[in-house]
């Protein structure tokens, strides 16, 4: 007969952003004469930049005629496109990364999430607390995170990112093979300096371990000390595998296109992850539209990159305005300055669903409790500058009407 | 240290296609002066269907607007596209498929893969030979399939489907838990009536086994016996899970549109594996591009269908040309008829390569070895129905010149 593999049943069954949609969906049916502002998911709202509409519609024009159709194309990408980001998002700044070592995908929570597979099941695996659930529930899937008792999976090391350490985890106490860091961070928005990334290169060399670096939120530094590529990080080369998106630098959310790079010089026991990558991509894996791809290489034109950062600009504009409402009212924020998130300590020692559901029903506005994130997230909510400018601001003026 | 997933070693080096694309670049280094047809890759040439277009340049001025923008979508795909599925392609030929029950994704080959995930490693898996590559890498890469010694992985069920079984399976002689089948058949090109399908439901159910049903083919079927969904036998909404593809039905290979049913009925211990599938999507995968959607959608238009079964009867004509003609030329030959692949029987006892090696040689035309797909491929090559009409009636006097 055939077997399940089990340990999908061990991963606990409310997910915290549908617990946070049915409690907005059940405020929205009790009091259909109020607003309802979503301060709570990280999807972009800001429409797609004239240039990459541009050339996908010339794109899907090409794909209409004989000479101009594309049928498969290359798994890991074109190269018009992997060129681009080789040139644009690393060579600019001193990085040198061959267009071998890109893999172009349809997001970065696929790549998170399928780059388990190049790895052995018996690897331990280090994660922040809090955590974007993905690289959590991923490894819980494929058997390496254990059980799943109290709040805590027993296989996985946790990281606690706390007021304490500035939301900088430590460095690990025991010996681990693979860490997850996400800088700028999701959920906190605090971000790593080079100062601070470095000891985290050293670790890894020293103990064979690899590090998964997610940098999906790079377009939103603005502190010249963050490096955007963590192989801005002398040795980087060869420990780190890093994830990078046009989901949030360019509004893709609904577009779906990112890219993972993966170094020659990262080897295991000699063997190169790029091949293992490779040969990952290539077997499950069909590359992203061609349309797609046309799309994302425009963001790297002229018009392409003054559009986009006009986009970014306003996100942090609203970043901005969240902090300063938040600490007008009497709040401890962190985050936002380089990244989309404010990480906002509730007051008078609330625990983040109790706060979440006084922001909910006394001023409307929509959050995400710190603690669906892990249990060092308890204490904080989660509040996200991609909403528009105006309800960013009313939402701000609701939330300082009640504290 | 961290530990790599060492199936991945046990991979065979050398990728069918890689090699024979690579012989092709050989012939043509060497005669610069001479043409090379390919008819080896299952690729399509016709460009996408005008609706298509139109409905893919609508969806990215939308998303050009703030109204019309589209972020994250459902993991599972739009309902709008859902919904088409469930009635053009299922209700349509009478059988009862909920849009709960349809996922769509990138691509066949992805889902094909990417199906693993749900299952334990712990299962015996059935595969034809000869075979699509990508359902044996798979489970070869999940652990599931023991070591390749020989030509042969030591853990799986290989079904042989030779000349001498009119290239249908025979049920598995010994108790096996996953069975892979694709009809239209790839290679083969051979389809299986109702009839033939049957007893694998019934054995299915007998030994609680799962059948992974590649139907990505089923737009060329022009025999009435032949079922387009393996959910025409009944009972199989409890054995069956389904892969769909706009690849080779509406020309998306290089636009990535496909989709999978799970049908909520098909469970293993209670679980629904409908369930299982969901939670893995949104974990691991974030949709489709919404633009994308929207031209799969406009396949079920008017005038997306009759521009798409135009295509669809062009290329059974290449088939029929390639049938036509390699019997005349002394061959004997099999599908084509109900599927763009034509597998042919090398003549005068001829290996695979050797036939190929001289198909490309004298006639300069690119076919895929049999033997490539699996031990029981040998001595035959297969053709492809989806060059131009131009090229295919070249190729076959090319071929026909030297036979």
Chains 1, 2 share one sequence.
Not at 247 to 262: D, E, I, N, P
Request: contains cysteine; charged residues 25%.
């Amino acid at each position: 007969m055939a077997k399940i593999n089990d340990n999908y049943l061990k991963l606990p069954g409310a997910y915290l952003f549908s617990t946070v949609a049915r409690k907005a969906e059940e405020f929205a049916a009790a009091h259909p004469d109020r607003e309802l502002i979503k301060m709570s998911i990280g999807d972009v709202t800001k429409p797609l930049a004239p240039a990459v509409i541009k050339a996908m519609k010339a794109a899907a024009d090409e794909m209409g005629t004989a000479e101009g159709f594309h049928g498969y194309g290359p798994e890991q990408g074109y190269d018009f496109l992997r060129s681009k980001i080789a040139e644009c998002d690393y060579k600019s700044r001193g990085i040198d990364i061959d267009i071998s070592e890109i893999f172009v995908s349809d997001g970065a929570k696929s790549d998170c999430g399928n780059i388990g597979d190049i790895f052995s099941v018996d690897n331990k695996v280090a994660v922040c607390d809090p955590v974007y659930p993905v690289y959590v529930d991923t490894n819980a899937m494929a058997g390496r995170a254990g059980d799943y008792v109290g709040e805590h999976w027993t296989n996985l090391y946790y990281m606690p990112c706390t007021e304490e350490n500035g939301f900088m985890p430590e460095l690990p106490k025991e010996k681990v093979d693979i860490i997850y860091l996400c800088f700028p961070n999701n959920p906190t928005g605090v971000a790593a300096t080079r100062e601070q990334l470095k000891p985290w290169v050293e670790y890894a060399k020293e103990n064979g371990a690899v590090i998964l670096y997610d940098s999906a939120y790079e377009a939103f530094i603005t502190n010249p000390d963050v490096p955007h590529s963590i192989y801005e990080i002398e040795g980087a080369k060869e420990v780190a595998i890093e994830f990078r998106s046009f989901s949030k630098t360019a509004g893709f959310t609904g577009t779906r296109c990112a890219y993972t790079v993966v170094p020659h010089t990262l080897k295991i026991d000699g063997t190169e992850l790029n091949s293992l990558w490779n040969r990952r991509q290539c077997t499950k894996f069909n590359g992203v539209p061609y349309v797609i791809q046309r799309a994302a290489e425009a963001v790297y034109s002229e018009d392409g990159r003054r559009e986009t950062k006009a986009a970014i600009a306003y996100y942090l504009e609203n970043a901005k305005i969240i902090r300063a409402a938040l600490t007008e009212a009497g709040l401890t924020v962190y985050g936002g300055e380089n990244a989309p998130y404010i990480w906002a300590k509730t007051p008078d020692g609330l625990k983040s669903w109790e706060f979440f559901d006084k922001i909910l029903d006394e001023a409307g506005v929509v959050t995400t409790p710190g603690s669906g994130f892990g249990p060092s997230g308890e204490g904080f909510v989660r509040l996200t500058a991609f909403s528009t400018k105006e309800n960013t601001i009313k939402a701000m003026e609701k939330i300082k009407a009640i504290l």
